[in-house]
């Protein structure tokens, strides 16, 4: 089973939609680090925080992202095989280098439908519509493509 680690974005924006249960339900253990419980604030009791173990990997990379985006990816490196839930474009670059698998918040809708978490990713995205979170038209379609629902 894969270790599930998520950047702050992403629970910021199932926050927003009032559905983080969607993460509780899709995954079977989402962790975060110290670093994102505290630019999240309080966390259900559901989520796991785990401290990272290698500061310097991590100050290395804190050089050019934030420190969520730092510490996590830290994180999905002491976890071997795991799965890291992150959108912004500097750090999913920079994951991706690091060999690390990498999901974004969209592409966790997919796989809620697959699990039957929920039954329409477009009645997800209208929502996450109405809030700050922008996403392309592009997007839009290509994951309702891949949802089936285009």
């Known amino acids: 089973m894969k270790t599930i680690i998520a ?4 629970l910021i924006i199932y926050d ?7 993460l509780q339900h899709t995954f079977v253990e ?4 110290d670093e994102v419980a ?4 309080e966390l259900p009791d559901w989520i796991a925080v785990r401290q990272i173990a290698n500061k310097n990997q991590y100050l290395e990379l804190a050089k050019n992202l934030g420190k969520g985006e730092a510490s996590s990816i830290t994180l999905a490196l002491e976890f071997e095989g795991s ?6 474009r500097k750090g ?10 990498i999901i974004g918040s969209l592409g966790v809708l997919i796989k809620a439908k697959e699990k039957r978490v929920i039954k329409s990713v477009k009645e997800i995205l209208d929502l996450i519509d109405k809030t700050n979170f922008r996403i392309s038209e592009s997007i839009k379609e290509k994951i309702l493509k891949k949802a089936g629902e285009l």
Do not use: M, W, Y
Not at 16 to 22: A, Q
Not at 30 to 33: A, C, F, W
């Open 30 to 33: 989402l962790i975060v680090t």
């Open 92 to 101: 999913r670059k920079v994951a991706e280098e690091l060999k690390i698998e």
């Open 16 to 22: 927003k939609i009032n559905r983080l249960e969607i």
């Open 7 to 10: 950047d702050t974005s992403c």
């Open 83 to 88: 799965l890291l839930i992150i959108d912004e």
């Open 38 to 41: 505290e630019e999240f604030g």
